[in-house]
T-cell receptor, first 115, second 111 residues
Framework: DTAVSQTPKYLVTQMGNDKSIKCEQNLGHDTMYWYKQDSKKFLKIMFSYNNKELIINETVPNRFSPKSPDKAHLNLHINSLELGDSAVYFC??????????????FGSGTQLSVL | LAKTTQPISMDSYEGQEVNITCSHNNIATNDYITWYQQFPSQGPRFIIQGYKTKVTNEVASLFIPADRKSSTLSLPRVSLSDTAVYYCLVGVNTNAGKSTFGDGTTLTVKP
């Protein structure tokens, strides 16, 4: 079974639309994340979510909102999509939050293309 | 969070040993050093982690000098399938806004 799975794998949509990406982890981890990887391969953390505590990267537009129905799921909802939102979005999880020896487990990514 | 510096790219040939060095001059006392590997169209995958001296697993070795201001990931006898981007992270404080991957090193293994 895949440890961290996210859907869809590819998402093509028009500017202005609202879309969601789903993520599930079966590792029993307490913390989940969303990362964005742009065309230059830079990986940037967007959110971390631990025990109902959401920590937001201040550079993330408020059009992006994570939603966690339970500890194993962290979905990403994006409103009013813009061209610059085109990127690969990765979901990840770790056992805990804040320790300097945390190991991150990533999903296979969602390629978002905004036309 | 300690800033890391790695070579942007490296080339190697099958069967060779590859060493990728990461500089992290302002590493904090309690920071661990973690390396990830990313293949095209996949998420990063944990390879190895260490705090000091040497760590070895079935995939790689990690060498950390006494001052801990740098670290070297060593891949023995690489194959074509080791072609990937390798990221060095120091002090993985995973609070959003504080954890970021560096530029990474694109390793290309040639036949």
């Amino acid at each position: 079974d895949t440890a961290v799975s996210q859907t869809p794998k590819y998402l093509v949509t028009q500017m202005g639309n609202d879309k969601s990406i789903k993520c599930e982890q079966n590792l029993g981890h307490d913390t989940m994340y969303w990362y964005k990887q742009d065309s230059k391969k830079f990986l940037k953390i967007m959110f971390s979510y631990n025990n109902k505590e959401l920590i937001i990267n201040e550079t993330v537009p408020n059009r992006f909102s994570p939603k966690s129905p339970d500890k194993a799921h962290l979905n990403l909802h994006i409103n009013s999509l813009e061209l610059g939102d085109s990127a690969v979005y990765f979901c990840a999880s770790s056992q805990d939050l804040g320790a300097t020896n945390e190991k991150l487990f990533f999903g296979s990514g969602t390629q978002l293309s905004v036309l | 969070l300690a800033k890391t510096t790695q070579p942007i790219s490296m080339d190697s040939y099958e069967g060779q040993e590859v060493n990728i060095t990461c500089s992290h001059n302002n590493i904090a006392t309690n920071d661990y050093i973690t390396w990830y590997q990313q293949f095209p169209s996949q998420g990063p995958r944990f390879i190895i982690q260490g705090y000091k001296t040497k760590v070895t697993n079935e995939v790689a070795s990690l060498f950390i000098p006494a001052d801990r201001k740098s670290s070297t990931l060593s891949l023995p006898r690489v194959s074509l399938s080791d072609t990937a981007v390798y990221y060095c992270l120091v002090g993985v404080n995973t609070n959003a806004g504080k954890s970021t991957f560096g530029d990474g090193t694109t390793l290309t293994v040639k036949p």
